[in-house]
């Protein structure tokens, strides 16, 4: 993906991106990133700065480092979550999956590894950007790429063909269609569909995974619609087209 595509709503104001990392170089190869992308770019260097800036510029979207000098970046996220509602991407170093894990629980909308890609960031922005404008509205018939689901009438169809789940599966691909193309964790999974006495038995979530990824395949690959991000969750892929051949 070209770093020049455009961001949502340019004939309006140009969404703002909070970037709060302590590494220069990271900040200046987003800045260069994000203005080149449309956006109005803001940066922080520590949690404090962080706090300011959200205090006083409407931010967009907040693309978040975990390892801050002043503080946790998970602990300002839980901050920030009390208080704004937006979107937040975490930004963190490879093998910090609990740390991820907990970013989501947390209320992160996704998260990226570093290095990072700018074509995958930017694309991520855009999609959490996106979803904060649909989750206004409570509709009863849910799409998602090939997907769409009819909750009143529990009626499931991939690519326009019938698909018959158990009333779990179904409970399951609601909330994943709900968060489409975001990270879902086990245990947040397993609070949605479950229930909060479940504890720690994720592998329920694993097993009902299993069968409804079976269910959810799409014909040339059988690729699912389901990706397994290892160690963290589950993905509903929100880039695969709602019919064959498109
Ligand atoms: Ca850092």
Redesign the pocket.
Known sequence: MSIHSSPPNLSIAPPTVLVV???YAIRKYLRIALEAAGYRYLEAADAGTAMKQLASEAVGAIVL?L??PDRDGIDLLREIRTTFGVPIIIISARGQERSKIEALDAGADDYLTKPLSTGELLARLRAVMRRKQDDSSAEQVLAAGPITMDIVRHQVTLRGNPISLTPLEFKLLEVLVRHAGRVLTHRFLLREVWGSGYGNRTHYVRIYMNSLRRKLQTGEKGQSCISTEIGVGYRLRDDIEPRAGD
Do not use: F
């Open positions: 990392e302590d590494d480092d390892g801050l």
